[in-house]
């Protein structure tokens, strides 16, 4: 295993690395890199990563996390041969004599559970020869350099032959945290969990309950996929950077299937977005004069629903909901409910 004081997360290492680089940080591009120690062993552990994971990093910047997590999935056979004790590319062959091993005992390479695979996703092409530089000894790394949300992520696990579930491990880029966390579970892709660094304000509304100021669209829509968990509060000298607010570890493990039984998911996340669109509003007002919905809405199949008070109210009363209530009192249920009232009625 490779000393702490080696680990690129390091401040000394990342300054080290920044300066020989000449790196200026884009902060349109949210980079604030991560040069704490102890934050990184919980990210790891509250991702519970270890030897044959596969991991898919969203923005590893120099490296930081990225090195933590290519350590913690290396195969257990080549535990005593990582990159800090290993000379000009012995790591590549314990990796490959681990891989050999585990193809004689029968096991496909693709989707064996014995070997681990890190990929990682960075848009900043001026990274891409420091990520190379670094990290080009873990012969399970593989750096991409793209910009994640133009990833088919369906055709990309079927390139790679991923069929096993992949663990998401990532400090996101803060501009950009719930289309991504949207397009992991959306797409459909095989996730066991998303293990992310994001604003602790927006950790707080994914795991917010109704009836909570932090309660809202992000909340149902992450809860709908997952469980989420906070795992860590990060204070922001913990980067470099530092960034103007704290930031949280969320752990959010996939669901086996929803929570709840919904004919029409992509209605409901309508309704759930019109409702707290105009969050001051009753849910009737909300729904009923949502520029988004429109009066009428086209369901999946292609019917379409009037969306006129009067529908809304007979929908709330059959699920004996008060004619006044607010979308923010409302469980995924209720909206669950609801959506399939109105669908019945297309
Ligand atoms: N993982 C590193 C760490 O923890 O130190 C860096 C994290 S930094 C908060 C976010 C990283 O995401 C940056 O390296 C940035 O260049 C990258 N990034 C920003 N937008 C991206 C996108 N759309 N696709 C892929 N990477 C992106």
Redesign the pocket.
Known sequence: MKSRDEFI?VPKN?IQVLQKHGFQF?KQ???????DMHVLDKIIRAADIGPGDICL??????????QALCEATLPAEAGDARPDDTVDGSVGEAVDAAVDAAADAGVASAGNDAIGHVYA????DR?IPILQENLGDYPHLTILH?????IDLPAFFEEQQISRPVKVV???????TTP?IMALFESGVPLASVTV?VQEEVARRMQAKPGTKDYGALSLAVQYYAEPYIAAHVPPNC?MPRPNVGSAVIRLTRRSAPPVEVCDAHFMFKLIRAAFGQRRKTLVNSLAGSPELGSQVRLSNGRLIPLTKEVIQQALEKENLSPTIRGEALFLQDFAKLANNLTEQA
């Open positions: 997360a990342t884009k591009l949210g980079q604030n890199f991560l040069i990093e969203i923005g590893p910047g120099i490296g930081s996390l990225t996703v960075e848009i900043d990274l793209t910009d994640f949300m133009k990532a400090n996101l880029p803060y501009y950009i991504i660094m980067f």
